[in-house]
């Protein structure tokens, strides 16, 4: 399948192709630009900003992505629900959610906001990545995953902070997670930083409290 810059494609509808967003698009699905122009059929979707009503559908889908391997992390609807709270009480916060092709139904989401509000994360940082732009979340209902939904939240989310002045744009993401692991290093991104951590996971049937590497990596909006 050819795909051309007839298909609906943000980046090419509504921006200048730079070279900047040849370095993004690189990773993003075929929706844009047929960079990977013999991937298989992709299915239709949308990004769109978050709205209120979005928020039940995408906590039980943030609680279920982050059951799995892996995080195996157990987490309440409240502690859900208050990373969404709590990223929108940011000025700078930018909540994105990828919808099914009528922009109805959530079947993924990201959370932005700068890395400065994260103390754990931005003390492991030192020079211009200290005022990076951070990806807190970012993920995508199992029904929906390896269509490049992930890929192409990631890539409006670092368009978003470009467009809001930020230059560096960080993650940090579990060792064991390569899919994250390699979206960023298609794009450039170093490992800056390893962190242990603790959390809280499911192991064997009970609930405990389990060492975790984390890997931060940071690279240009
Ligand atoms: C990690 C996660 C967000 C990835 O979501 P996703 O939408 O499946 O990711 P993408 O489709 O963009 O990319 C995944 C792979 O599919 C490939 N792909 C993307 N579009 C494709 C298409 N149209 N056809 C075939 N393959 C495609 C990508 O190249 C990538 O391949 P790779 O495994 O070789 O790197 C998802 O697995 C998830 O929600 N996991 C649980 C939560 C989590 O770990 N979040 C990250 C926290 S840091």
Same mark, same amino acid.
């Given at each position: 399948m050819r795909v051309s810059?007839?298909?609906?494609?943000l980046i090419c509808a509504e921006v200048q192709l730079s070279i900047r967003h040849k370095r993004v698009v690189? &990773?993003?699905?075929?929706?844009?630009?047929?960079?990977?122009?013999?991937?298989?059929e992709r299915k239709a979707m949308l990004v769109r900003k978050f709205v209120p009503s979005d928020l039940e559908t995408l906590v039980s889908m943030y609680i279920g992505s982050f059951s799995e391997p892996p995080w195996y992390e157990v987490i309440t609807r409240e502690e859900a629900e208050k990373t969404f709270s709590g990223a929108m009480a940011y000025e700078e916060s930018v909540i994105l959610t990828g919808t099914d092709d009528d922009g109805n139904r959530p079947i993924g989401s990201a959370i932005m906001f700068? &890395?400065?509000?994260r103390h754990d994360v931005v003390s492991l940082l030192s020079g211009e990545d200290r005022e990076a732009a951070y990806l807190a979340e970012v993920f995508v209902h199992s029904d929906h995953r390896h269509s490049g939904v992930a890929s192409r939240l990631i890539g409006e989310m670092m368009i978003n902070a470009a467009a809001m002045g930020f230059r560096r744009f960080a993650v940090r993401t579990s060792v064991d997670q390569p899919i994250i692991r390699r979206i960023f290093g298609r794009l450039g991104f170093s490992e800056v930083a390893v962190d242990s951590v603790e959390s809280m996971k499911l192991v064997g049937g009970a609930i405990r409290s389990v060492p975790d590497r984390r890997v931060i990596m940071c690279g240009d909006t």
């Open positions: 810059c007839q298909d609906p494609c690189g &990773v993003l699905s075929g929706t844009f630009c047929g960079f990977w122009p013999n991937w298989p700068a &890395v400065s509000r």
